[in-house]
């Protein structure tokens, strides 16, 4: 970050409420959009073409540190950013992401970057927190998307939107390097431009959507102040990761100088659609960037229950009430080991192994040790136990958890390296059970790629089996037992799209008595996918596609004692390990850090 930026830097409204959120939405009463008035007309006449080109970035008031030039962009003098860091190049924009101008700062104009979120009366904005606050000072205030340097308030692309309220968390006090900063997020309520229309009905919308993992890949607009003379929007595609200490992420690109405070970090962004993903935005720590103010290095908080709060009252035109100061969550995992250890896990099975009412995570490791991770019932693992510490154990290449014996306890079903295909029943932490071969060595089944249990074909026990092949063919395989692989049904010919699928589970969602394929595609999209009545398969996407994602080992179960298997766990390349509560047929659920990064 630059040193101006130190110190500070739904037609179904609540169908749109929970989109916009990623998880589950609060029933929030959208109220009456405010309407056309003359101070539309008056914000016109003010913000002139020169008015908004020599406002300044809200943070370059705030500071008397003289300007360090770094090389993050082209024609940018000075030191050099770290070996191997990316530069932000500059272009329009996107039409849902434009800049705040405020006439109130006490040095003269200012500005700071926005977007427009999805909501019900389509007329929010997202921007940091300190840059919400600044615009809650009166005067001239106005949100201009994708803003044209050059062009007066009348003549800019979408027109201009005047702020009719903003909406920040009351424990967010200031920019700070305090626990706080994980606050550093705001909304503002825009009244409708010259014409009456409402901002999103312009420019489309981005849906606010909770902070999927530490590490994604994202798209970060914003509107620097320095070595950008046509005030040009830059952009970055790069991956986030930890910042460790608090909840927030980072991400490292050259040329975000002052004036990208509250710039959006997107994903799966649709240029047709005008919408994608909102997981973050410039902000927190010091204002969203490290102490030496370096323009490479920018910080967002991570999008929880927190900014989903202050949405909904934002949505309701509810003044935010919060008790108490605020807390950061425990930056510790809930898994033991490390994620460099984890990176060696080849397999996940779930199951009530120990009997205690809560399901539990098996684990074969590259090594071929297999150990079970005892679940507490809240989303979290205690101590590694140790079932095998043998050999064979490397060869089995598609491992599954159900209930074929029938004693309601878990089987483990394995497809070895042979082509053999069997199972251990009932699995406990002293040890596994009888092994019965389904499939012999040789047989077709060296060629099932992905095997997963569930209740695909029943509501009582999971003992039905979805195979995907290496083909691409999808079978089903309904009441397995002992004696055999029961009734098989096609659900996808050879040669179909599921032969990019890479990793597959299988998840019962919250109002459904049957379980759904949870598949993770080969370009990193995630979709959940439910038997049709025609001996197919629907899906619904999750995830869109992000480089990032892959490859995974996942697995479903209950593991935050919700007495349903609706909770995703997946082991990310890098041994990040992540948990998804509550995971419904058409969203992901509330991600929760069991191994950091």
């Not at 920040?168 to 431009?193: I, V």
């Not at 950008?228 to 200490?245: F, M």
């Not at 490791?365 to 019932?377: A, H, I, K, N, P």
């Not at 596994?432 to 249990?453: H, M, P, R, V």
Request: hydrophobic share 35%; glycine share 14%; aromatic share 10%.
């Amino acid at each position: 970050m630059s040193p101006s930026r130190s110190g500070w830097t739904r037609t179904l409204a609540v169908a749109l409420a929970m989109a916009a959120c990623g998880g589950t939405a609060t029933a929030t009463v959208a109220v009456a959009a405010p309407q056309s008035t003359g101070d539309t007309r008056a914000a016109e006449t003010y913000w002139t073409a020169e008015r908004m080109a020599g406002a300044k970035p809200l943070e370059a008031g705030h500071t008397t540190q003289p300007a360090k030039p770094r090389s993050g962009i082209t024609g940018s003098p000075g030191l050099a950013a770290p070996s191997g860091t990316p530069k932000g190049s500059y272009g329009d924009g996107i039409p849902a992401v434009g800049t705040f101008f405020s006439s109130s700062g006490p040095t003269g104009a200012t500005y700071c970057t926005a977007s427009v979120v999805r909501s019900a009366g389509r007329n929010l904005v997202l921007t940091a927190g300190h840059c919400a606050k600044s615009l809650a000072g009166g005067g001239q205030r106005i949100f201009v998307p994708q803003y044209r340097k050059g062009l007066d308030a009348a003549h800019q692309p979408y027109g201009v939107f005047p702020v009719d309220k903003v909406f920040t968390d009351p424990r967010y006090t200031r920019n700070s390097k305090g626990a706080d900063s994980d606050l550093d997020f705001g909304f503002a309520r825009l009244s409708p431009n010259a014409q009456g229309a409402q901002v999103e009905d312009r420019t489309g919308g981005l849906r606010l959507t909770d902070t999927p993992r530490w590490t994604s890949t994202v798209n970060v607009i914003g509107y620097p102040g320095a070595y950008n003379p046509d005030q040009r929007a830059i952009g970055c595609t790069v991956p986030s990761s930890r910042l460790p200490g608090f909840r927030q992420m980072q991400m490292k690109c050259g040329g975000y100088y002052g004036g990208v405070s509250g710039g959006p970090w997107i994903t799966n962004y649709d240029a047709k659609t005008r919408t994608g993903d909102i997981i973050g935005n410039i902000g927190g720590y010091n204002g969203g960037g490290d102490t030496a103010n370096d323009d490479w290095l920018s910080y967002s908080p991570v999008y929880d229950g927190e900014i989903r709060a202050l949405y909904d009252d934002a949505v309701a035109d509810r003044t935010p009430q919060r008790s108490g100061a605020y807390t950061a969550p425990s930056d510790k995992g809930r898994l033991s080991g490390a994620a460099s250890t984890w990176t060696h896990a080849n397999h996940l099975a779930s199951g009530d192994f120990t009997g205690d009412g809560h399901d539990d995570m098996l684990t074969i490791w590259s090594d071929g040790e297999v150990t079970l991770y005892t679940g507490d019932g809240a989303g979290g693992f205690g101590a590694e136990k140790q079932l095998s510490k043998a050999t064979y154990w490397q060869r089995a290449k598609a491992v599954t958890a159900g209930d074929f014996s029938g004693s309601a306890l878990p089987d483990l079903m394995v497809r070895w390296d042979t082509g053999k295909l069997s199972y251990y029943e009932d699995v406990k932490p002293s040890g596994f059970g009888k092994e019965y071969t389904l499939a012999s060595a040789g047989s077709a089944w060296k060629d099932a790629a992905q095997i997963t249990a569930g209740r695909f074909n029943s509501t009582s026990k999971a003992n039905d089996l979805v195979v995907r092949w290496a083909d691409g063919k999808v079978t089903l395989h309904s009441s397995v037992t002992s004696s055999g692989l029961g009734t098989e049904r096609t659900l996808a010919a050879s040669g179909s799209f599921w032969k990019n699928a890479g990793a597959l589970t299988s998840l019962r969602p919250a109002g459904q008595d049957t379980s759904n394929v949870v598949v993770r595609w080969a370009d990193g999209s995630l979709g959940s996918f439910a038997l049709t009545s025609g001996g197919g398969l629907s899906g619904t996407r999750l995830q869109g596609p992000n480089a990032s994602w892959t490859p995974t080992v996942m697995v479903a179960g209950d593991f935050d004692g919700g007495d349903r298997p609706d909770d995703l766990v997946v082991r990310w390349s890098n041994g990040e390990t992540s948990l998804y509560g509550g995971t419904r047929s058409d969203a992901l659920g509330t991600w929760t850090a069991l191994v950091q990064p």
